[in-house]
């Protein structure tokens, strides 16, 4: 499963590497294929925690996602392609792979071949970034395939068009800043995509770091050196068994009688004890100190949530590219300007308040007018979406429809009394099929109403029962009934309208029908002040053009 995962899951999400990994599990354990543990981990197998720490402290985010996405770039047979749109990967490459000697170019040099025949020949790291669509750079198919040659005992490839010596200690690194890359099919038979694209628990602790080394940098600085000692102390224990095992390995006769041997597994006896109690001290110090640091966890929540609608802005327009280094820079601004409190608690509120209202505002400078108010509700809706208040049952009726979130499934009925306090008896379509269509109702309405119902119960239960019960006030499905219906639509839509003025003579006077129908209420209106809304504009536009249009000949007298 470990060598399926580096080979076929680079460039997959975190989520859906997990998805598949359980599903490869449960097929093993169908056919009867003998595995370890349920609890699948790639760090567990490929890597060791000195490895890991060593990692982190070159500057590798150390959420799982990116461990494992670090992993599958190292330990696969194919040189890998890092989808790298925040430069998390380029920054982690460029210090890991310094005292190498690493050698950094980009796609668009002209010397591009020269550089890779020298870091081939020199065994070299080498990093190509900035890499665009469509094919990878020419001239070096035969290294990306790894086919290397033996001419007269020495090993060499072919790079363009003559054959170079290969230094077996050669590293190629590609990275993309593009976040969606699209590549020619032989493209991933040549080269292993690895996506790096930053995680929500990867910049969460990022920007932890960040504020708690604005406020408490002596927390921050302790967690640092803990860190790095942790990681040598560990080195030095996994020396010290190396060197146990080679000693063994090499004695020869009675290793009772090699007095070398037994004084140096002395030695290594009690200094493996005194690193191992100096490990465990720090690792309970560091307990602590995350302890302390989870307490500024509330700001870095809010702003990596504000990252990703900022993120998600793509969508409407490409123009709309998001810089993480840019937002940080907003972060670490936040964090100076915002106000203080005489408490913590106080403090992280202000800060959270300050960094929504700056950001908004900064976001909004380069958007145009018509996203603007999409920007606001998508950070309004991700802040309630992360409360509770919005299920992902609603969530997904309002972006696909009733009918498409009751495909679905919906479990929003206790999240949502939960939050709102209301309750509400969940319905199923096979509850709801007794009830009759209104002679007036469409069959895409109707089936629309019972969509919100069967989805929503809590916000809209009752709804089909109101509307099937309001059928008898315009029994007719004449022309007349049908503009009477319209007609108390557009009553109830009038300020000082009740919810019986559009029940008419239901009987069901239950809670869960006043919230369904009010919702309903207030989303025509908010719907119909829109449509006012635009026809106001659209008349002073054409006011405003009147008036130009007027003044222009008065102006051509004057000149004259």
């Known amino acids: 499963m470990a060598a399926t995962v580096v080979n076929y899951l680079g460039a997959f999400t975190g989520p859906y590497r997990n998805t598949l990994t359980a599903q490869w599990y449960s097929r093993c354990q169908d056919l009867g294929v003998p595995t370890t543990t349920p609890d699948f981990s790639l760090s567990g197998i490929l890597s060791t925690p000195v490895e890991l720490l060593d990692w982190a402290c070159q500057g590798l985010p150390s959420d799982a996602v990116s461990v494992e996405s670090a992993l599958i770039a190292t330990r696969g047979y194919r040189w890998p392609l890092l989808v790298d749109p925040q430069d998390q990967a380029n920054r982690w490459i460029r210090t890991k792979e310094a005292k190498a000697g690493l050698v950094i170019i980009r796609d668009s040099d002209t010397a591009l071949l020269r550089q890779v025949e020298n870091a081939v020949r020199l065994g070299q790291p080498l990093l190509i970034e900035q890499l665009g669509e469509g094919s990878l750079p020419s001239g070096i198919e035969s290294l990306l395939l790894r086919q290397i040659d033996k001419q007269a005992g020495r090993s060499v490839v072919r790079l363009g068009d003559h054959d170079v010596d290969y230094d077996p200690n050669f590293r190629l690194y590609m990275t993309t ?11 991933y038979i040549q080269v292993n995509l690895v996506n790096f694209t930053v995680t929500k628990e990867g910049l969460e602790d990022q920007l932890l770091a960040e504020l708690v080394r604005c406020e408490r940098p002596e927390l921050e600085e302790s967690r640092d050196s803990l860190v790095t000692s942790i990681s040598s102390d560990k080195r ?72 990703f609608v900022i993120s998600d802005l793509e969508a409407l ?49 380069g958007l145009f007018d018509v996203h ?41 009925s206790s999240r949502y009394s939960a939050a ?92 869960t ?35 130009q249009r007027e003044q222009q000949p008065d102006t051509g007298q004057q000149q004259q």
């Not at 800043?177 to 493209?187: G, I, K, M």
């Not at 720090?282 to 302390?292: C, F, G, R, S, V």
């Not at 007036?440 to 989805?455: D, H, I, N, Q, R």
């Open 177 to 187: 800043r593009l976040a969606n890359p699209h590549y020619l099919p032989e493209a």
């Open 236 to 307: 030095q224990l996994l020396d010290l068994e190396s060197k146990i095992l080679r000693l063994l390995k090499e004695s020869s006769g009675n290793m009772l009688d090699d007095e070398t041997l037994i004084a140096t597994l002395n030695s290594a006896k009690q200094t493996s004890g005194i690193i191992q109690s100096r490990v465990r001290e720090a690792e309970l110090t560091e307990t602590q100190i995350n302890q302390a640091r989870d307490e500024f966890r509330s700001p870095p929540i809010a702003a990596t949530r504000l990252w």
């Open 317 to 365: 327009d490409t123009m709309y590219q998001a810089s993480l280094a840019t937002f940080k820079s907003m972060y670490q601004h936040c964090i100076a300007a915002a106000p203080t409190a005489p408490t913590l608690e106080g403090r992280l509120q202000s800060l959270v308040l300050f960094m929504t209202s700056y950001v908004h505002r900064m976001v909004c400078r």
């Open 372 to 412: 603007k108010q999409v920007f606001s509700f998508m950070v309004a809706a991700a802040a309630q979406r992360a409360a509770g208040q919005i299920s992902s049952a609603e969530w997904d009726c309002l972006l696909r429809g009733g009918q498409a979130a009751s495909a679905a499934g919906s479990s929003s």
């Open 420 to 511: 709102t306090g209301r309750s509400g008896a969940s319905s199923t379509a096979s509850d709801l099929s007794p009830l009759t269509k209104p002679a007036w109702c469409s069959p895409a309405v109707w089936a629309g109403f019972m969509g919100l119902e069967t989805a929503l119960p809590g916000a809209f239960g009752g709804l089909c029962s109101a509307v099937a019960a309001a059928a008898p006030a315009s029994s007719s499905s004449s022309s007349s009934s049908s503009e009477g219906v319209r007609d108390g639509w557009q009553q109830l839509l009038q300020p000082g309208s009740t919810v019986n003025d559009f029940v008419g003579g239901s009987s069901s006077s239950s809670s």
């Open 513 to 547: 029908v006043a919230d369904g129908a009010t919702t309903l209420c207030l989303l025509d209106r908010l719907i119909a002040a829109a449509g006012i809304g635009q026809q106001q504009q659209q008349q002073q536009q054409q006011q405003q053009q009147q008036q």
